[in-house]
């Protein structure tokens, strides 16, 4: 690589950068609070449990607790823990990363005179949030859920749809209501203190800081570094480009409050729907999130959930491909 | 016999790696504020987005002036300390390297549609309209002839054009350099004078002209006076 090329891919990752750190620091902040505000009590377990109705409301949790992906999971974890129908934790998992204001707020900073994206992405993003909780639902819960958290839920779950031997809590052949009194004992444990709260903010911005700088890299190097018509013959293609931008959402693994000023450096050179794709797919699977997962759902749950993912995003991409082009 | 020399220690709350995260947070905050006094803001982001970076920067210097207060919580495992010490690397390099991009490369790997803002102003005396307005007057109209003989004065860097001569350029962006788009006019260079160099910034006086190329006529300015000026602290522009 020349030295000038070096010196533009150099600027560029500074630009993408900068550009991207304030909007991950709000998205961080946001979830720090809504981690330490985090849902519990009665109202969760009144949450719509129908099929449709309970991803929707779910969805639209993400507007309350606008959390990047990363910082979902424990809230999602947290709902499901205190007993939140499955359809509506689930609805909240997938489709809350793209449905909250900071996503929606960085998506028009970064695409102003694409409007049809801002409506696309959220709609998008609840089309895949209802396949994935219709899918996963399906499963059992035992076959969904990871037994430290299926055992957390079945405490607070009504004896009518948990039996005694499934709650497994050491409170058998007790008094149910002191089961239940013991169980609500347990979550109502204090608020963590200001400096916690502060701490798990500042590791999970400078976790994510790491992942940023990664996927900046990645977008400067392919921005300088491949010929634009490689890039053109890549994008330029209905199907392809859609894979290519899917599959570089799974590797880039960079959060939904920033992912749209990444997707900036390939919009020129692809098609629509790639980008939309790209748009899509990361907030429900990357790399990255198949970690965090590991603490809400069962390895198969995870493959469904992964397959299903790539496969709707790819018929919208096609779809929107069709429309746009 | 001296007394023995102290070791120098950090305080115990801060030992086990648990000073990296502060100094990660701050260094961050420190490039966000770095970018903002140095004015690399204007050459990376368009202006509407510098206050966000300014309070950004400033949250994270504050933030980590309460880590280190607070003793930096818990100690981090191998794994988060290769992380930050990979991430305070990268900020102090971010912090000591500033960027340098060479336009003309930029451009080379862009597309040129033109951005659509409604920017259009025909009430502008030709003389006084900066080269985005010339781009975006002639585009909207389509007879080139309509402004021959026009005065322009406007400032640009050299964009060479494969098969043609260089124009004078400026990158237009909605966001940041990541999407900057080149938007140029062809020019009839000073007779007799060797081409400008790709990336050189130039300040043009000439008149608006018209020339046949492949069978069609566009408007290309013949230059009349050509200064070479130092990039404009805000080079980019909406």
Redesign the interface.
């Known amino acids: 690589m020349s030295p000038?090329?070096l010196?533009?891919a150099?600027?560029?990752f500074?630009?993408?950068?900068?550009?991207a750190?304030?909007f991950l620091?709000i998205g961080v902040t946001i979830s720090t609070l809504a981690r330490w505000l985090s849902p519990g009590g009665k109202w969760v377990r009144r949450l719509p449990s129908h099929p449709v109705l309970g991803p929707l409301t779910g969805a639209a949790l993400g507007f309350a607790l606008p959390a990047c992906e990363c910082g979902n999971v424990p809230v999602a974890r947290q709902l499901l823990a205190t007993g939140a129908p499955l359809a509506t934790a689930l609805g909240f998992l997938f489709a809350a990363p793209v449905l909250n204001p900071i996503v929606v707020a960085s998506t028009w900073?970064?695409?102003?005179?694409q409007p049809w994206l801002l409506v696309a992405r959220p709609v998008g993003a609840v089309l895949i949030a209802l396949v994935l909780a219709t899918l996963l639902a399906r499963l059992p819960e035992s076959e969904l859920l990871q037994p430290a958290l299926l055992e957390e839920r079945r405490l607070v779950l009504p004896l009518s749809r948990v039996s005694l031997l499934e709650r497994r809590s050491g409170v058998i052949g007790a008094d149910p209501l002191a089961a239940q009194a013991l169980a609500a004992a347990a979550r109502r444990t204090p608020r963590p203190p200001l400096?916690e709260i502060?701490?798990h903010?500042?590791?999970e911005?400078?976790?994510l800081?790491?992942l940023l700088?990664f996927g900046c890299v990645i977008?400067?190097l392919v921005?300088?570094l491949v010929?634009?018509p490689w890039l053109l013959a890549v994008g330029g293609a209905p199907t392809l480009s859609i894979l290519a931008l899917m599959l570089l959402s799974l590797v880039v693994s960079v959060c939904s409050s920033v992912d749209a000023?990444l997707a900036?450096?390939f919009?020129?050179?692809v098609t629509p729907g790639a980008l939309l794709a790209f748009l899509l797919l990361g907030p429900v699977i990357d790399i990255k999130l198949v970690g965090l997962f590991g603490v809400l759902l069962r390895p198969r749950a995870i493959l469904i959930t992964g397959v299903s993912a790539v496969l709707v995003v790819l018929v919208i991409g096609q779809w929107v491909n069709l429309w746009r082009l | 016999m001296g007394e023995p020399v102290a070791a120098v220690t950090l305080p115990r709350r801060l030992r086990g790696g648990r000073w990296l995260?502060?100094l990660?947070?701050g260094l961050?905050g420190a490039?966000?504020l770095q970018?903002g006094i140095s004015g690399?803001?204007d050459?990376?982001?368009r202006a509407v987005?510098h206050p966000?970076?300014w309070?950004?920067g400033v949250?994270?210097v504050v933030?980590?002036l309460?880590?280190l207060v607070?003793g930096g919580?818990?100690t981090p495992t191998p794994r988060?300390r290769t992380?930050?010490l990979?991430?305070v690397v990268?900020a102090i390099g971010?912090l000591l390297?500033p960027?340098?991009?060479?336009f003309a490369?930029?451009a080379?790997?862009?597309?040129r549609?033109l951005?659509?803002e409604p920017g259009l102003n025909f009430v502008v005396p030709p003389g006084q309209r900066t080269l985005t307005e010339w781009v975006r007057l002639l585009r909207s109209e389509p007879d080139p002839k309509l402004h021959a003989g026009d005065p322009v004065r406007i400032s640009g860097f050299v964009l060479p054009v494969p098969g043609d001569r260089p124009q004078l350029a400026r990158l237009l962006v909605?966001?940041?350099?990541?999407?900057a788009?080149p938007v140029g006019l062809p020019v009839l260079w000073l007779p007799g004078r060797p081409l400008p160099q790709a990336d050189q910034w130039l300040e043009l006086r000439g008149v608006m002209d018209t020339e046949r190329l492949d069978g069609q006529t566009r408007s290309v300015i013949r230059a009349q006076a050509v200064r070479v000026i130092p990039r404009p602290a805000r080079p980019l522009e909406p």
């Open positions: 000038g090329r010196a533009t150099w600027a560029l500074q630009a993408l950068l900068i550009e750190m304030p620091l900073a970064a695409f102003p005179n400096a502060l701490g903010g500042s590791r911005f400078i976790e800081a790491a700088v977008a400067a921005q300088t010929p634009r000023f900036l450096g919009a020129a050179q | 995260r502060p990660g947070l961050w490039v966000l970018s690399r803001l050459l990376l982001l987005f966000l970076v309070i950004s949250v994270l933030a980590a309460l880590e607070g919580g818990v988060q992380v930050l990979l991430g990268v971010v390297v960027p340098r991009p060479s490369d930029l080379a790997n862009r597309g549609e951005l659509d909605r966001c940041c350099l990541v999407d788009t």
